[in-house]
């Protein structure tokens, strides 16, 4: 999975409570993204950074926010979340801005 | 509505056999179009990447081809094996880049 990480890759927990899910490369990629995958839905994008401190919102980013403090690592965090955000998040990297790779992906089940 | 359409949604083939996804997007401004394989419980893995000016590209047993004037693109899926077992996604954009909901291709011996 082109030096990607996430973690955890299985959570269950109960609405309203905070959830941070993390995303570490060791690639030094510029280029990290944050999606959502949903049965019929495809991956949508949620957030992505262009770079330290540099973070733009994507397709459906209400009810999430990140941070990326060093190249490394990119977090979503989830401020209270809702059954509604139950899905797989993938984390994905890209060096340029075009082909992107892809984490192993996170298991979320908000009850 | 999704500016990215795959079709079919899924099939399933004998082992050996040739197939064809078909993708097709509204997608605009166009910059590229890619096809992903996506393993069960695994991340996407990019199989080509195409600009508006290239028609064909291939990769081993995989080859897309594109149509920028009615914007579709399809895979072929050459002597199909049972590791092509997976969901096929096509992905269309620049950087604000726009996903399939994917093809389930499954591959039966």
């Known amino acids: 999975d082109a030096g990607i990480t996430q973690s955890p890759r299985h959570k269950v927990t109960e609405t309203g409570t905070p959830v941070t899910l993390r995303c570490h490369q060791t690639?030094?990629?510029?280029?990290m993204y944050w999606y959502r995958q949903d049965p019929g839905h495809g991956l949508r994008l949620i957030h992505y950074?262009?770079?330290?401190?540099?973070?733009d919102k994507g397709e459906v980013s209400d009810g999430y926010s990140v941070s990326r403090s060093k190249t490394e690592d990119f977090l979503l965090t989830l401020e209270s979340a809702t059954s509604s955000q139950t899905s797989v998040y993938f984390c994905?990297?890209?060096?340029?801005?075009?082909?992107?790779?892809f984490g192993p992906g996170t298991r979320l089940l908000v009850l | 509505k999704n500016q990215v359409e795959q079709s079919p949604q899924s099939l399933i083939i004998l082992e050996g056999k040739n197939c064809t996804l078909q993708?097709?997007?509204?997608?605009?401004?166009?910059?590229?179009l890619r096809w992903y394989k996506q393993d069960t419980g695994r991340g996407p893995v990019s199989l080509t990447i195409?600009?508006?000016?290239?028609n064909t590209k291939s990769n081993g047993r995989y080859t897309a081809t594109l149509d920028a004037d009615t914007k579709q693109s399809s895979l072929h899926i050459t002597a199909s094996q049972l590791s092509d077992s997976a969901s096929y996604i096509c992905?269309?954009?620049?950087?604000?880049?726009?996903f399939g909901a994917g093809t389930r291709l499954t591959v039966k011996p």
């Open positions: 992905v269309v954009g620049p950087n604000d880049m726009r």
């Open positions: 950074s262009y770079g330290v401190k540099d973070t």
């Open positions: 993708c097709n997007y509204t997608v605009s401004p166009f910059s590229n």
């Open positions: 994905a990297i890209s060096r340029t801005g075009d082909t992107q790779y």
């Open positions: 195409m600009t508006f000016s290239e």
């Open positions: 690639e030094n990629h510029r280029y």
